[in-house]
């Protein structure tokens, strides 16, 4: 079972990403996965999770400004980020409730994203 991040970068103020979370050894669309981001010295936020039967949720903080969306035949999972801040630089992880649906715990290894002029 393995989770990669990959999309992360140096954007500016006001632009987007799109991270991408390729999942291999379990189906994404028959499980809970989430997007977390953590700066260093601070905790783990959630930003952003997508359910088995496609309903997603948000945070408040990026209500609006992101999207979360998976490929059922790529079995990847996407976050389009949209109007980035540089408060959210972070390191920006995938995760997911395999094998037990209850809880996420498996993790990728994060991407870097950094909002900066």
């Known amino acids: 079972v393995q989770l990669v991040e990959s999309g992360g970068g140096l954007v500016q103020p006001g632009g987007s990403l799109r991270l991408s979370c390729a999942a291999s050894?379990?189906?994404?669309?028959?499980?809970?996965m989430g997007w977390f981001r953590q700066v260093p010295g601070k905790g783990l936020e959630w930003v952003s999770g997508?359910?088995?039967?496609?309903?997603?949720d948000y945070a408040d903080s990026v209500k609006g400004r992101f999207t979360i969306s998976r490929d059922n035949a790529k079995n990847t999972v996407f976050l389009q980020m949209n109007s980035l801040k540089p408060e959210e630089t972070a390191v920006y992880y995938c995760?997911?409730?395999?094998?037990?649906?209850?809880?996420?715990?498996?993790w990728g290894p994060g991407t870097q994203v950094t909002v900066s002029s």
């Open positions: 995760a997911t409730d395999f094998p037990y649906a209850k809880g996420y715990v498996t």
């Open positions: 997508i359910y088995r039967g496609g309903s997603t």
């Open positions: 050894g379990f189906t994404v669309s028959n499980y809970a």
